[in-house]
């Protein structure tokens, strides 16, 4: 495997956004109801900036608890957690709980089995409203987890109001501008 550069990055990052894109204009797998889709042009996203993808540290103290988190809407979903990893970004450091998935419409065409819910400061402006999940690889036995915020993504309830997301607990709400990842889905459906 060749090692990971700036541009090996970036390209790697616009792979996956145009592979989104296409998943959008799926017919048996987007959220989007079909007076969406037929003005869909593709979702937005900030840069791709490099500075962005960073190493964490993965800790499974605290795995495999359970967790009730409210949704969306109003009801409550029990997850289970895969650790935490503490990482840092604009000279503060950060430790967020990790959260394996329990069948989340979101992940199921690429089979991710961690991510992040999580709140910024940009929620409600620039990004949705609820926040945003993170999607992480599984570090296996390592304790080395990359927590690229370029791949920050948009719950279904994003873009259509009849998919519940889950809301990020407290302890992963950021008190910084995290201006990386999918912007707000300005054609949402409330």
């Known amino acids: 495997m060749a090692l990971e550069n700036e541009e090996t990055h970036r390209l790697a990052i616009n792979h996956l956004r145009a592979a989104k894109n296409q998943l959008m204009v799926d017919s048996a ?24 993808r960073l190493e964490g ?31 840092q970004f604009d000279g503060k450091t950060f430790t967020l709980t990790v959260f394996r998935n329990n069948n989340l419409p979101e992940f199921v065409s690429t089979n991710q089995k961690l991510f992040i819910p999580f709140t910024d ?7 949705n409203d609820q ?11 390592g304790t080395q987890m990359v927590v690229d915020l370029n791949l920050a993504m948009n719950p279904y309830n994003g873009y259509n109001g009849r998919f519940p997301a889950v809301l990020a607990p407290p302890v992963n709400n950021l008190p910084v501008n995290l ?12």
């Open 131 to 141: 926040g945003r999940y993170l999607p992480v690889d599984d570090p296996g036995t």
């Open 57 to 87: 540290r993965f800790s499974t103290e605290g795995a495999g608890k359970e967790v009730t988190l409210k949704t969306t809407d109003g009801k409550t979903q029990v997850l289970i957690t895969a650790g935490t990893v503490t990482f």
């Open 179 to 190: 201006q990386t990842g999918e912007r707000k889905f300005e054609d949402r459906l409330r």
């Open 121 to 127: 400061l940009t929620n409600g402006k620039e990004t």
């Open 29 to 52: 797998a987007t959220p989007l109801n079909s007076d969406q889709l037929q003005r869909f042009k593709g979702l937005d996203y900030f840069p791709v900036e490099y500075k962005n």
